[in-house]
């Protein structure tokens, strides 16, 4: 068979009748990345709680792809106190707003809400 037949049958080319499911589109995948400054002697209770919600998403979260919880460290490998970083990835940005929309996330901000001194949110998309 040769080129033409391909095209003829919609197999190769770019009319023919199956050519649109070649050309699917996906969407990104997208990442958060926070960096939490925590409230000096209250790192523990800081990391049990965000890593409790961590394995929570991980579990519920069909679209959580990936929700790390990551502990700085010094080139030595000293840790860095009263710090903290969530590494996350979702299939799409329709998981995010589904996790965003999470009915534990108000209770999870007003538990570590008081634990913080801040926070940096970095939203990215899989290029």
Do not use: W
Request: net charge negative; charged share 30%; glycine share 8%.
């Amino acid at each position: 068979m040769h080129a033409g037949a391909l095209c003829r049958f919609g197999i190769a080319g770019r009319n023919g009748p199956f050519a649109r499911h070649r050309e699917v589109r996906t969407l990104p995948k997208m990442t958060i990345i926070v960096e939490f400054d925590i409230l000096e002697g209250q790192e523990a209770e800081f990391t049990r709680l965000i890593s409790e919600h961590a394995r929570l998403t991980r579990e519920e979260e069909e679209g959580c792809l990936r929700f790390e919880v990551i502990k700085p460290i010094e080139r030595d490998g000293t840790p860095i106190p009263n710090k903290l970083l969530v590494n996350e990835l979702y299939a799409d940005e329709a998981a995010l707003t589904r996790h965003e929309q999470n009915p534990r996330m108000p209770g999870l901000r007003e538990q570590t809400g008081p634990l913080l001194a801040g926070r940096r949110l970095i939203l990215a998309e899989e290029s």
